[in-house]
């Protein structure tokens, strides 16, 4: 595997369902985002973590929770989700936070019913 | 707050001919990059273009460039040569904080058509 990769491609949960999605970036880089991507709105920032330490959390509802165990892997539990909250969710690397460009994954499209 | 506008929602070409999609921005920074991503039907954000604001050469990469007016504010994207798989939406991007920080703040989007 190259690159970011994310799995599930596709999700579909009920609201009282708990899931989680899985991102994993082969480049070496030593910081990774969350993304949101909703119809019709610019893609909104999540989290960031750097060196596997959180350094944003940008006012994201408790109901998602993300794990970096390394900096290689990053994770995003979901549970009690709202249907609103259905959206392709895209995970990002990038070498360091200062300003370098971001690897994106495929995303996950999510479905909450 | 630093934002990123692309005022144009939808734009159209035909193929082999040129392109401008148009992205302003606002910032008090100033050393920081610019970004382009080009995101196609397969939802995959591929990045197009990187600029630096410090060098005064407009990047290049094959069929992209960019033209970068940084006292104006502004960052377009030219492609030449249009192609059919050039057909995507394109996202300007900013690193709010210039380059001390990895938050990218993203344009609206401009959905690109490219007629055969």
């Known amino acids: 595997e190259t690159g970011v990769t994310q799995t599930p491609r596709h999700l579909v949960m009920g609201m009282t369902n708990k899931k989680s999605l899985k991102c994993e970036q082969h480049l070496g880089h030593n910081a990774m985002y969350w993304y949101k991507q909703s119809a019709k709105k610019p893609l909104e920032l999540m989290f960031v973590y750097n060196f596997k330490e959180q350094t944003e959390n940008n006012s994201v509802p408790s109901r998602f929770s993300p794990e970096c165990p390394n900096s290689s892997h990053l994770f995003l539990h979901l549970h009690t989700l709202q249907p609103e909250d259905s959206a392709l969710y895209l995970c990002?690397?990038?070498?360091?936070?200062?300003?370098?460009?971001?690897?994106f994954g495929p995303g996950t499209r999510l479905t909450v019913t | 707050a630093q934002t990123v506008t692309q005022s144009q929602p939808e734009m159209s070409v035909q193929e082999a001919e040129t392109v401008t999609l148009s992205c302003t921005y606002d910032?008090?920074?100033?050393?920081?990059?610019l970004f382009w991503y080009k995101q196609p039907p397969s939802r995959q954000m591929i990045l197009v273009i990187r600029q630096e604001a410090y060098k005064q050469q407009n990047a290049t990469e094959n069929r992209f460039s960019v033209n970068f007016q940084k006292a104006a504010k502004s960052f377009s994207l030219k492609i030449s040569d249009s192609q059919l798989g050039d057909a995507a939406m394109y996202f300007c991007a900013y690193p709010a904080g210039g380059t001390s920080y990895g938050k990218l703040t993203f344009g609206q989007g401009t959905i690109l058509t490219v007629h055969p």
């Open positions: 990002a690397s990038s070498p360091r936070i200062a300003g370098y460009e971001q690897y």
């Open positions: 910032t008090s920074e100033s050393d920081y990059y």
